[in-house]
């Protein structure tokens, strides 16, 4: 029934490492984001696929690559881990044109 | 630059009483959204606003657009424990941009 799930929706790694957080939405929706969500609650805008295609790529370290097989599912994989990673990262999808987007529960990354 | 800025970032404020969070935003707009999220837990979306006079309420909260002064505002009537949360506006920009404001973190206090 979930709409839009994330998973995982806690992880813990150390400096570093390479990890991954997958999304998955079952609207119908053909538009997904990735937010960061810093401690200070500010939303940022990291990338935007429109049908698995790059819209918006936000100044984000080449670490981080998107990924969207399908128009279902965007997800996120972030090279050498650094200690600035630790956020929440968000997951949304809406359609295109003027909705509003529906979010995740929210991926917990703390980098140790 | 798009930058969008919401007044107060901290509020806290007494059951009953009445107050208003604004959000301004840099370039020109016809869409806003205003969104809740509660401590530890995802955005829920609280209304769409999209086209200049748009007014929409839902029990004691009321969000409004006004596009030619780049100005939304959403107003908290008679507040309530429940309402505690922190509230953002989003404004869609070219392209599916969405971009969300600093965020308003209301408390309401008994």
């Known amino acids: 029934d979930t709409a839009v799930s994330q998973t995982p929706k806690y992880l813990v790694t150390q400096m570093g490492n390479d990890k991954s957080i997958k999304c998955e939405q079952n609207?119908?929706?053909?538009?997904m984001y990735w937010y960061k969500q810093d401690s200070k609650k500010f939303l940022k805008i990291m990338f935007s696929?429109?049908?698995?295609?790059?819209?918006i790529n936000e100044t984000v370290p080449n670490r981080f690559s998107p990924k969207s097989p399908d128009k279902a599912h965007l997800n996120l994989h972030i090279n050498s881990l650094e200690l600035g990673d630790s956020a929440v990262y968000f997951c949304?999808?809406?359609?295109?044109?003027?909705?509003?987007?529906?979010f995740g529960q929210g991926t917990r990354l703390t980098v140790v | 630059e798009l930058k969008v800025e919401q007044n107060p970032l901290f509020l806290s404020m007494q059951e009953g009483k009445n107050y208003t969070i604004y959000c301004n935003y840099s370039?020109?707009?016809?869409?806003l959204y205003w969104y809740r999220q509660d401590p530890g837990k995802s955005l829920e979306s609280l209304f769409v606003?999209?086209?200049?006079?748009a007014v929409k309420q839902e029990g004691r909260l009321m969000a409004s657009l006004d596009t030619k002064a780049r100005l939304s505002t959403l107003h908290i009537t008679a507040a309530v424990h429940d309402l505690s949360a922190t509230y953002f506006c989003?404004?869609?920009?070219?392209?599916?941009?969405?971009?969300f404001g600093t965020g308003t973190r209301l408390t309401i206090i008994p």
């Open positions: 949304a999808s809406r359609h295109t044109g003027g909705t509003e987007a529906f």
């Open positions: 609207l119908g929706h053909d538009t």
């Open positions: 696929y429109n049908n698995k295609e790059l819209i």
């Open positions: 370039t020109t707009s016809d869409r």
């Open positions: 606003l999209l086209s200049n006079g």
């Open positions: 989003a404004v869609e920009f070219g392209n599916e941009k969405l971009t």
